[in-house]
């Protein structure tokens, strides 16, 4: 059940000086390192595919896709300001990708994530994302991953 839904939240792409929050909010969410250059990168690579979620004009949510194919993108970074979560701020950026995505001739979604990531596989299943493969060592912490995939 979402509680206290942000009423005041902003969906937008993302703009170069939002870079510090978004390293911030990766720092505190994800395991692995990022670097400002190489999410510079991707953001060169595909502007459309990066979004942040703001309240009251703050990020307190982001997510990276790249082009995977043709018709495949992948999900490569999400993550929702632990303070901020469970309030449907993921849901409403996953469901805005997959709008966008949809209507842009992409038919599925890829993503990884660590096999103990129990919350955001649960978050990705709720979206219709199935596991399709495990990859071992695949984070630099050699822990595996598990391939999940959508048609959209
Ligand atoms: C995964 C993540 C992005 C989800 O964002 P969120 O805004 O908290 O998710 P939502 O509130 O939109 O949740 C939507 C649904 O996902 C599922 N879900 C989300 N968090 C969950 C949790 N901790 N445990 C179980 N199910 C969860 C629920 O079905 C939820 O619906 P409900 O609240 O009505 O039960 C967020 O937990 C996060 O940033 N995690 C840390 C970073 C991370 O692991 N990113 C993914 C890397 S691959």
């Given amino acids: 059940m979402h509680v206290d839904s942000p009423q005041y ?3 937008r792409q993302f703009q170069r000086s939002d870079i510090n929050r978004v390293l911030e909010i ?5 395991t692995e390192y990022y670097t400002s250059s190489l999410i510079f990168d991707l953001y060169e690579s ?3 595919g990066f979004t942040v979620y703001t309240v009251d004009n703050e990020i307190v949510a982001f997510m990276i896709a790249a082009r995977n194919t043709p018709n495949e993108a992948r999900i490569l970074m999400f993550a929702v300001d632990e303070d901020h979560r469970r309030q449907g701020i993921g849901e409403k950026l996953m469901q805005e990708f997959v709008i966008f995505a949809s209507m842009n001739g992409f038919i599925s979604l890829k993503l990884e994530v660590k096999t103990d990531n129990d919350s955001a596989i649960n978050f990705y ?4 994302f199935v596991i399709t493969s495990r990859l071992r ?4 912490d050699a822990s595996d991953a598990f391939t999940m995939w959508k048609i959209i």
């Fill in 46 to 48: 595909w502007p459309e």
């Fill in 137 to 140: 060592a695949y984070y630099s």
């Fill in 26 to 30: 990766a720092s505190h969410s994800l």
């Fill in 9 to 11: 939240g902003v969906i």
């Fill in 125 to 128: 299943k709720k979206f219709g």
